[in-house]
């Protein structure tokens, strides 16, 4: 298995569209860096450095910024951010397409059942593919779920961070976590 790590720079300028409502001397203070480099960052003239993305995340609640920013850093195994023009960006709509993608996922899951409990060198092309669509559904679920975490935590002025900080003593109890 290959292992994955963060790129040591990426390309910001989607991310740097959602904190532009921010003074560029406010945000190169945040960002520990210079406004001129704000201003490359946010036109795509320049990369930004794996060190000042740290230093935005800690310091920019923006979901939208997070999610398009982590997304590039990750090479693209985080969740990228849904904002295209099929996209309403309204927390009902977000509400509406989780409930959609949860349900695709259950009706191919509830279909691979038998296919998962096989040893996964006994099965056959269209076993292999079932279980690539499978895989597929679960990233839609993943896409979305964490597209209307951001989105609901930005309507309601909250926290992820925070609130991931709070299940993390949950999940320790619950020993998913160490």
């Not at 001397?25 to 960002?31: D, I, T, W, Y």
């Not at 001129?36 to 795509?44: D, E, K, P, Q, R």
């Not at 269209?126 to 609901?152: P, R, S």
Request: proline share 2%; glycine share 2%; charged share 20%.
């Amino acid at each position: 298995m290959k292992t994955v790590t963060l790129k040591k720079s990426a390309e910001a300028s989607e991310a740097m569209q959602y904190v532009r409502h921010l003074p560029q001397k406010q945000l190169a203070s945040m960002m520990q860096t210079s406004r001129a480099n704000i201003s490359h960052l946010s036109t795509g003239k320049r990369k930004m450095q794996q060190d000042i993305a740290e230093q935005a995340l800690k310091t920019i609640e923006n979901g939208n910024f997070a999610v398009a920013l982590l997304h590039q850093f990750s090479d693209g195994v985080t969740a990228p951010l849904l904002n295209g023009t099929a996209i309403d960006q309204h927390r009902l709509a977000f509400l509406a397409m989780f409930e959609n993608e949860t349900e695709e996922l259950a009706e191919v899951q509830h279909r691979l059942t038998l296919t998962l409990a096989k040893n996964p060198e006994q099965l056959d092309q269209a076993e292999k593919e079932q279980i690539h669509q499978f895989m597929n559904e679960l990233i839609d679920v993943c896409t979305v779920a964490n597209n209307t975490l951001f989105n609901l935590a930005h309507v309601y002025n909250l926290s992820v961070k925070r609130l991931m900080n709070d299940r993390k003593a949950e999940f320790k109890k619950f020993h998913w976590i160490n």
